[in-house]
């Protein structure tokens, strides 16, 4: 069974983002297995090899979670959305946290556990259940077509390459200001 499963409880009724969400789900669920394998008799390379993949997963998570922050972002600003600086606001602290939390992951300072998965999903799951539902009500309210947010025309958008995405060192910097 998945650590968080996606359920039609989450959806916000705008496919493109609905389909953003249950990636975000795949990848806490693929950083939760990496971390929960009890392997008694690992060896130097399996534990390296773990600590691989969990760096990977971080790093797609983070480029993934920008990546979907955008495509909200731009909705909200293309249909003026009044709430737009409180949820950028909230994406931006998301980033900010993970960012910190992978940059002492990768310097050694700190370990992936439970408690950073439980975030991830904890925060996910609230963040969809309170600001992107009433996103998904404005943009349903404003007749956002279905055409226009399904990603039939630019469904790749939405498995960008990593190299299209933005960066989260770049994301980070912006957000400092620098």
């Known amino acids: 069974m998945a650590f968080c499963e996606w359920d039609d409880s989450y959806s916000v009724e705008v496919p493109k983002a609905d389909r953003q969400h249950q990636r975000l789900f795949d990848l806490i669920n693929q950083l ?7 392997e008694p008799e690992a060896t130097v390379d399996s534990v390296v090899d773990e600590l691989d993949t969990i ?5 797609e998570l983070v480029d993934y979670a920008s990546h979907h922050f955008s495509t909200e972002e731009s909705y909200m600003l293309e249909y003026a ?5 409180s949820h950028k606001a909230a994406h931006e602290h998301f980033v900010q946290r993970v960012c910190t939390f992978q940059r002492d992951f990768e310097e050694g300072r700190a370990l992936c556990s439970i408690e950073i998965i439980r975030f991830l999903k904890d925060w996910l799951e609230n963040h ?4 992107d539902k009433q996103l998904g009500i404005f943009l349903s309210a404003n007749r956002l077509t279905r055409e226009r947010v399904s990603g039939r025309t630019d469904r790749e958008t939405d498995a960008a390459p990593h190299s299209e995405m933005t960066s989260p060192d770049r994301r980070l910097r912006s ?3 620098a």
């Open 128 to 131: 969809i259940r309170t600001f």
């Open 175 to 177: 957000l400092n200001g």
């Open 32 to 38: 939760h297995e990496s971390i929960a394998k009890d």
């Open 81 to 85: 959305y009044a709430a737009y600086a």
């Open 55 to 59: 760096e990977s997963v971080l790093d």
